[in-house]
């Protein structure tokens, strides 16, 4: 055998090693690529059936979610809600000390005693009698006393006619202002602070809440 | 002599080719086998679950699930509130200001 045939035949062998070589690695490739289309395949499945049981479930699930959900706005709502409401009566009862130290005279820039010429007066005209008893409180009723005379002119003369004050002995609990009646009782007139107070907070709150910011 | 050792030795060239075509068939078939074994397991795996949601089996489970996922956006719906909570304690103390003289106004004469 000469060297030329050896070499030859060494090269064929070598080339249908390498060809074997390469059939068994597209198949070893083409194996990897079937199981990982199956892989892929499985996983659509499985998402598939977990899909199909929500579906199926879907309203209990529905359910559950909605309460538990609902229960956390509703909670979350309510504990908002206190903390406005606890905000604004912060506010209300800031805005009462301030009023207690306008009736005391102790606000320099308010002249209560007008404060309250102003209440009577008003509640003068909404009772609309001649004679008439006011009541207010131990402190207001000092200064009645002593300035009734002035003050009985003074509203006659914004309402334009006589006007006859008659002060109750007994006083009654309040910041300041008055209330005020015919001699039958039958017209009655709150105009105290607290009375006023009150009625702007029943009124006011959603403003307050605007000026507050906390709408 | 050397035609016939050619001869031979193509012989045993060409059965190593077929061997190694049976090779990559067993391995193809092989794979394929295995690949539709999976599919028909997992695809029997959602015939039952489908089957356990109508018998009402899995239900309990499914609904842990969705208690514990509505859960976790409820303590989101919770985190959003106190958030706005935690405006309304640093209200300004202008705006509080503000408020109390609307009040006063509306309250003396």
């Given at each position: 055998?000469?060297?030329?045939?050896?070499?030859?035949?060494?090269?064929?062998?070598?080339?249908?090693?390498?060809?074997?070589?390469?059939?068994?690695?597209?198949a070893?490739?083409?194996?990897?690529?079937?199981?990982?289309?199956?892989?892929?395949?499985?996983?659509?499945?499985?998402?598939?059936?977990r899909?199909?049981?929500?579906?199926?479930?879907?309203?209990?699930?529905?359910?559950?979610?909605?309460?538990?959900?609902?229960?956390?706005?509703?909670?979350?709502?309510?504990?908002?809600?206190?903390?406005?409401?606890?905000?604004?009566?912060?506010?209300?009862s800031?805005?009462?000390?301030?009023?207690?130290?306008?009736?005391?005279?102790?606000?320099?820039?308010?002249?209560?005693n007008?404060?309250?010429?102003?209440?009577?007066?008003?509640?003068?005209?909404?009772?609309?009698?001649?004679?008439?008893?006011?009541?207010?409180?131990?402190?207001?009723?000092?200064?009645?006393?002593?300035?009734?005379?002035?003050?009985?002119?003074?509203?006659?003369?914004?309402?334009?006619?006589?006007v006859?004050?008659?002060?109750?002995?007994?006083?009654i609990?309040?910041?300041?202002?008055?209330?005020?009646?015919d001699?039958?009782k039958?017209?009655?007139?709150?105009?105290?602070?607290?009375?006023?107070?009150?009625?702007?907070?029943?009124e006011?709150?959603?403003?307050?809440?605007?000026?507050?910011?906390?709408? | 002599?050397?035609?016939?050792?050619y001869?031979?030795?193509?012989?045993?060239?060409?059965?190593?080719?077929?061997?190694?075509?049976?090779?990559?068939?067993?391995i193809?078939?092989?794979?394929?086998?295995?690949?539709?074994?999976?599919?028909?397991?997992?695809?029997?795996?959602?015939?039952?679950?489908?089957?356990?949601?109508?018998?009402?089996?899995?239900?309990?489970?499914?609904?842990?699930?969705?208690?514990?996922?509505?859960?976790d956006?409820?303590?989101?719906?919770?985190?959003?509130?106190?958030?706005?909570?935690?405006?309304?304690?640093e209200?300004?103390?202008?705006?509080?200001?503000?408020?109390?003289?609307?009040?006063?106004?509306?309250?003396?004469?």
């Open positions: 055998m000469g060297s030329k045939t050896v070499e030859l035949e060494a090269k064929l062998i070598e080339r249908i090693l390498g060809r074997r070589k390469e059939i068994i690695s597209e070893e490739k083409r194996a990897k690529e079937i199981i990982e289309d199956a892989r892929e395949r499985v996983k659509k499945i499985l998402v598939e059936g899909e199909t049981q929500l579906r199926l479930a879907g309203t209990d699930l529905k359910a559950v979610r909605d309460k538990i959900l609902g229960e956390a706005e509703q909670e979350g709502r309510r504990k908002l809600m206190e903390m406005r409401k606890e905000v604004i009566s912060k506010v209300f800031e805005a009462e000390n301030r009023l207690r130290v306008i009736a005391e005279g102790k606000d320099k820039s308010v002249d209560y007008e404060v309250l010429l102003k209440l009577i007066s008003e509640a003068a005209s909404a009772v609309g009698e001649r004679d008439l008893v006011i009541a207010m409180n131990k402190r207001d009723i000092e200064y009645l006393m002593k300035e009734l005379g002035r003050i009985e002119s003074a509203i006659s003369k914004a309402l334009g006619h006589e006859k004050l008659t002060v109750e002995e007994e006083s609990n309040c910041l300041g202002g008055v209330t005020l009646y001699r039958s039958r017209k009655i007139f709150y105009n105290t602070l607290d009375g006023r107070l009150l009625k702007a907070r029943k006011m709150e959603a403003e307050v809440a605007k000026v507050l910011g906390v709408i | 002599m050397e035609v016939k050792r001869i031979e030795v193509s012989e045993k060239l060409r059965r190593l080719l077929e061997d190694a075509e049976k090779q990559a068939k067993d193809i078939a092989q794979a394929e086998e295995r690949a539709e074994k999976m599919v028909a397991d997992v695809e029997e795996e959602a015939k039952n679950m489908k089957l356990k949601v109508e018998t009402g089996e899995i239900l309990d489970e499914l609904v842990k699930d969705a208690e514990k996922a509505a859960e956006e409820a303590k989101k719906v919770l985190e959003k509130y106190e958030r706005k909570l935690s405006t309304l304690k209200i300004p103390s202008e705006r509080v200001q503000k408020a109390i003289e609307l009040i006063l106004r509306r309250v003396l004469p």
